[in-house]
């Protein structure tokens, strides 16, 4: 029985280094936020940087593995065989659920789900104790549980979101009115004092959060550290200052740019070090309670493993700095290399980004509702504040306008290094706060709410976006609270199966999460293909005529083999009667009119990037959406009434009907490759050749109608037969107009 906990201490292990992949895969985004987003610095920098921070944080995180031990259980409550259990259940529990919210691209809290998944597994662990004694009641439960901390989490669950945002937003706003957007051309002594301030925050932070847990630092140094906090804060302040000044007048250097890169060395030097403990913790403690178990100076008696109680985990024991160090050699590994890190951290600099973006979220009621009150609050103080005090309020808020090269839109800044400082001075202060105040608060609470915050007093959530935006924030809160939810019950469910099965459950349920995670991985790989599918529409970039002609050719080569390829799949699924493949037909459409309605949200940027010589490239690109966005309106009602029909099982299409739909469909995919041809080769000369085309094509569409007519007046026996086959041709008479109007007007355009 013995080897049992051998096979649990090394399958923990190795669950602790996936742990780490997954966690630092989805809190990345917690430091290099405000450095990729700002493009202060070269992207490699910024990961040497964090890379830094991580090694130094990592060899500080010794003292916060305590959490893992004693923090949410009173482990004295506890044999020995059932720390392992609520240990197995909790790594098997975090490793999957991390990697769920890295497959979906969405920002959790490591520390939240390490703690309730303790909580979950320690509380059904205690209940089933307590239903085993014959002395003991389920009021008992609070021996069990470390009620007071628990609740000390919960709470700084809730105050962190609010107080981080609320504080990022004032520290920002303040900023701004002070700096400007044109902040680069203010004195240099202002420069120097704010970098003075943010290097000063930032330091204090080093001190208090990276000293604190560091197990290699005499004790002595801390002490006077912490005894003389003050004082070294208002030094710090002179040097940083004078530093920030010399930087600036004399080596020319950007201090902005410096903030930033001591700032994430801090951000990332708290995540190892506040973090670790999330993914090694408990597999540590596991280690470290087997060694209890297995010590003769400790179980004297040599007691069993259902006899042992876990009384010495209440005590404080140093983790050794070589799985210190190895922890963040992995964490760093993970850093370079995770695909799903960046996915992560799109969609955090999307939701603070100064310009448009596309949009990931869509509003919902909450988002709306949020903003039209805002708008109200707004609206309220336009009225009470007087005009020449807004509009110098107003003044400071004014952006330049930036000039890119073409093509090079893409390489702007999600936001300034205004922004970017403040999000990671104003971090720093408030996890170093509530650090020195010993709560328990989640990095990536406070730094992504914080960078929302400065986001909203940025003005960054425009009238265009706001509502994007905001339903983003709602999304990623609530699975912040869903984290937490899920994280319970589940780690509580596995460990009473582990409880039940002992070593085959536990063989079970590694298999399980393996399978799980492998079938993640597959599904993310695929979703990162079809995100840059060969057929995909590309945005008009060109400023030309000639250029939109060229560009826009192979998006209409694009659209017109996605059109026959759904075509025929409506056909082909009407004839058989497949749901299945309408379905699937139905989804392809709605996918293509996406890309259309991105292309046409598109146009207010295009027609400011133009040559002022070539506004009628404006006209024509307008032009060729709508003849686009109408072949996709006229395919998604083909493909929506078709689906409809066969998913109510209403009576199949006659055969003569069938017939001649595949007619057209014939007809249809012939006329469609002569197309694709014409405009993959750029031989529009020949585009004559397919006008002449179209009334053939309307001739045969009127002859199907008549003998549709025919038919209705003479065998047809189902309305519902009829509608759909009159809808059927008509709408295809309007998606063969607009595909004669395109290529009409490109026939013209390109002469």
Not at 174 to 182: D, N, Q, V
Not at 215 to 230: A, C, G, H, R, Y
Not at 636 to 648: E, G, I, P, W
């Amino acid at each position: 029985m013995d080897n049992i906990y051998i096979l649990m201490i090394v399958a923990l292990a190795v669950l602790a280094i996936a742990d780490l992949v997954v966690g630092v895969s989805n809190d990345a985004v917690n430091f290099l936020n405000s450095a990729v987003g700002s493009k202060a610095i070269s992207f490699r920098t910024i990961m040497i940087v964090a890379s830094l921070g991580i090694a130094f944080g990592a060899l500080s995180s010794s003292g916060m593995m305590e959490v893992a031990r004693k923090g949410i259980f009173v482990p004295g409550e506890f044999y020995f065989n059932e720390i392992m259990i609520i240990f197995m259940a909790v790594m098997i529990t975090d490793i999957l659920l991390l990697d769920f919210f890295n497959t979906i691209g969405m920002p959790t809290s490591t520390t939240v789900s390490i703690v309730f998944e303790l909580l979950g597994a320690a509380v059904v662990m205690s209940l089933i104790k307590i239903s085993k004694s014959e002395t003991e009641t389920y009021l008992d439960l609070l021996n069990y549980i470390n009620t007071e901390k628990a609740t000390e989490i919960i709470l700084g669950i809730l105050l962190s979101v609010v107080i981080a945002f609320s504080i990022g937003a004032l520290i920002q706003y303040i900023s701004r009115l002070l700096l400007t957007f044109k902040f680069e051309k203010k004195p240099s002594y202002i420069g120097a004092l704010f970098g003075g301030i943010a290097a000063t925050a930032i330091t204090y932070f080093i001190f208090i959060k990276g000293l604190k847990g560091t197990s290699f630092i005499p004790s002595d140094f801390k002490e006077l550290v912490f005894n003389n906090t003050l004082t070294i804060v208002l030094i710090s302040f002179v040097i940083w200052t004078a530093l920030c000044s010399l930087l600036m007048n004399v080596f020319k250097v950007n201090v902005y740019k410096f903030i930033i890169a001591i700032g994430t060395f801090a951000i990332a030097m708290a995540f190892a070090g506040n973090d670790l403990v999330n993914f090694i913790g408990v597999p540590i403690a596991a280690w470290q309670s087997y060694q209890a178990w297995i010590d003769p100076l400790v179980n004297t008696g040599g007691l069993a493993a259902e006899a042992f109680r876990m009384d010495v985990m209440a005590q404080k024991v140093p983790t050794p700095t070589l799985l210190l160090l190895a922890a963040g050699l992995v964490m760093v590994l993970t850093l370079w290399f995770s695909k799903k890190a960046k996915k992560v951290l799109k969609t955090s600099i999307d939701l603070s980004s100064q310009d448009s973006v596309k949009e990931r979220f869509e509003p919902n009621y909450f988002s709306r509702g949020l903003v039209k009150l805002s708008m109200l609050i707004v609206s309220y103080n336009k009225a009470i504040i007087p005009l020449s005090i807004r509009r110098k309020f107003e003044k400071q808020f004014e952006k330049p306008i930036i000039k890119m090269a073409q093509g090079k839109k893409h390489e702007l800044p999600a936001f300034d290094m205004v922004r970017a400082a403040v999000n990671l001075m104003v971090a720093s202060i408030l996890i170093s706060i509530a650090t020195s105040m010993k709560l328990p608060l989640s990095t990536t609470y406070v730094t992504f709410m914080v960078a929302m915050g400065t986001s909203l007093a940025d003005r960054a959530w425009g009238s265009d976006s706001a509502v994007y935006r905001v339903a983003g924030v709602l999304n990623v809160i609530g699975g912040w609270f869903f984290t937490a939810f899920i994280a319970f019950i589940s780690a509580g469910t596995l460990a009473y199966l582990i409880f039940i099965g002992e070593g085959t459950m536990i063989a079970v349920l590694l298999f399980i999460a393996l399978l799980l995670l492998v079938r993640n991985y597959i599904s993310h790989k695929k979703k990162s293909k079809v995100s840059i599918a060969h057929d995909e529409l590309k945005i008009a970039e060109s400023s030309t005529v000639q250029g939109i002609i060229e560009e826009s050719a192979d998006n209409i080569s694009k659209v017109v083999s996605r059109t026959t390829k759904i075509y025929s799949s409506i056909v082909t699924g009407l004839a058989k009667q497949d749901s299945g493949k309408l379905k699937k037909s139905r989804e392809g459409v709605e996918k293509l009119a996406k890309e259309v309605d991105e292309l046409r949200d598109h146009i207010f940027y295009f027609i400011q990037n133009l040559d002022e010589t070539s506004v009628r490239g404006s006209y024509f690109y307008i032009l060729i959406l709508s003849y686009l966005t109408d072949i996709s309106q006229s395919l998604q009602y083909l493909s929506k009434a078709s689906y409809k029909h066969v998913k109510n099982n209403h009576k199949a299409l006659r055969f003569n009907q069938i017939k001649d739909l595949q007619e057209i469909d014939e007809s249809f995919e012939n006329l469609i490759i002569d197309i694709k041809e014409i405009f993959d080769n750029r031989e529009f000369h020949k585009l004559q050749g397919i006008i002449l085309r179209k009334e053939k094509a309307f001739k045969d569409i009127y002859g199907m109608i008549e003998r549709q007519i025919t038919r209705t007046r003479t065998v047809e026996s189902s309305p519902k037969n009829t509608t759909l086959y009159f809808s059927l041709l008509m709408e295809t008479k309007d998606l063969v107009t607009a595909l004669m109007n395109l290529v009409e007007e490109y026939h013209q355009s390109s002469k």
